[in-house]
């Protein structure tokens, strides 16, 4: 007879391989990671209001308590790097400069949207900005992130493809095919575990006999390490440390990001899965915008001048939410675009 599974451990922060204290950034870029992340929360909180509204339909996964993860490893990046992600995307979307308003009109199902309203909040693209996908298949992404790392290395740039995917994702099958021939072929590629601690309603504790991600690519010869993903400076560290090895030649890279939804895994999750005291103790600890704050207000920049940013970021978001209600629905023509035809039927 099969063994009842064991409850799920507490969740318990676990500590960066770095020191304490992270390189610090300059109050310049403080600023800009504290901008970033807090368009990514308006945005985020703006679009579970419009989904709670039925103005979003479909799934829709949010962003928020992992706004440092992005921010932070855009920060290390030069334009030409691409990005990669699963369906917990638009953060990513906005890191990378893509329009609030398209990505808004997108999720509304929209003509406005960056695919023409046919995507939805899943599958976006920007190949001006270098970023080829949210991908709604667990995993489907990590091969096609190896693969735009081995058309760099073909190409013969110095481009590097930033793969990102959870921790439920980690324990995919495609994920070790990926790393075995990136380590075969010395691809330039980062692998970035968002290990939010909890795939789906399951806690990594009860679904992966490793829960150190960082270490999955031990047999592969990948070096690998934990990040605070919590903690934009961090993330920002490792990033250049892990971007510079991948651009001397020295193949791909594991980064475990340790960080944390405050948000169930959909729009349809209660998460009553986990305490909300854990979830509170998270948010009042280590929320990665609060101290990016705190830290502005300790070199000089006023309160007054930080809520005017915030006044500004929400009238970004507010005038995102109004171009994507007022862009029509898609034409009923739009199903027969940007659709590929089997071979057979071209023939």
């Not at 932070?72 to 917990?88: E, F």
């Not at 900005?129 to 949210?134: D, E, H, I, L, T």
């Not at 005291?277 to 929320?287: C, S, W």
Request: with cysteine; proline share 5%.
């Amino acid at each position: 007879m099969a063994k009842t599974p064991p409850p799920p451990k507490a969740v318990v922060k676990k500590k960066s391989t770095k020191t304490d204290s992270p390189p610090a950034l300059s109050r310049e870029e403080d600023l800009k990671a504290y901008r970033e992340m807090l368009l990514i929360r308006r945005f985020e909180e703006k679009a579970g209001q419009m989904y709670g509204m039925g103005l979003i339909g479909g799934f829709c996964h949010l962003y928020i308590g992992q706004e440092a993860v992005i921010v932070g490893l855009m920060g290390a990046t030069k334009q030409g790097d691409q990005i990669v992600t699963g369906y917990r995307d638009h953060g990513h979307m906005l890191a990378c400069g893509m329009d609030p308003k398209g990505v808004m009109a997108e999720l509304t199902g929209r003509e406005g949207g960056y695919s023409k309203g046919k995507g939805g909040s899943m599958h976006m693209f920007s190949v001006e900005k270098a970023f080829y996908g949210g991908h709604g298949i667990v995993g489907a992404q990590v091969p096609i992130g190896t693969g735009l790392a081995f058309a760099n290395k073909y190409r013969g740039n110095d481009n590097v493809s930033l793969t990102f995917f959870g921790d439920g994702a980690a324990n995919q099958g495609q994920v070790y095919e990926s790393f075995n021939m990136a380590e075969l072929w010395t691809l330039p590629v980062v692998y970035v575990i968002e290990n939010n601690q909890y795939a789906m309603g399951t806690s990594v504790a009860r679904a992966s006999a490793q829960t150190n991600l960082s270490k999955r690519g031990v047999s592969f010869n990948i070096p690998g390490e934990q990040v605070d993903g919590m903690d934009v400076r961090a993330v920002r560290a490792a990033g250049e440390k892990a971007i510079s090895s991948c651009r001397a030649g020295k193949g791909p890279y594991i980064l475990e990001m340790m960080t944390y939804r405050y948000r169930g895994h959909s729009m349809s999750d209660p998460a009553k899965y986990r305490a909300k005291e854990e979830v509170n103790k998270m948010r009042q600890e280590h929320d990665p915008i609060e101290q990016v704050r705190l830290r502005l207000l300790d070199t000089g920049t006023s309160e007054e001048a930080l809520k005017e940013i915030d006044k500004e970021i929400r009238g970004i978001v507010a005038e995102a939410a109004e171009f994507a209600q007022a862009s029509p629905q898609p034409d009923p023509s739009e199903l027969w675009t940007d659709v590929v035809a089997p071979f057979a039927a071209r023939t």
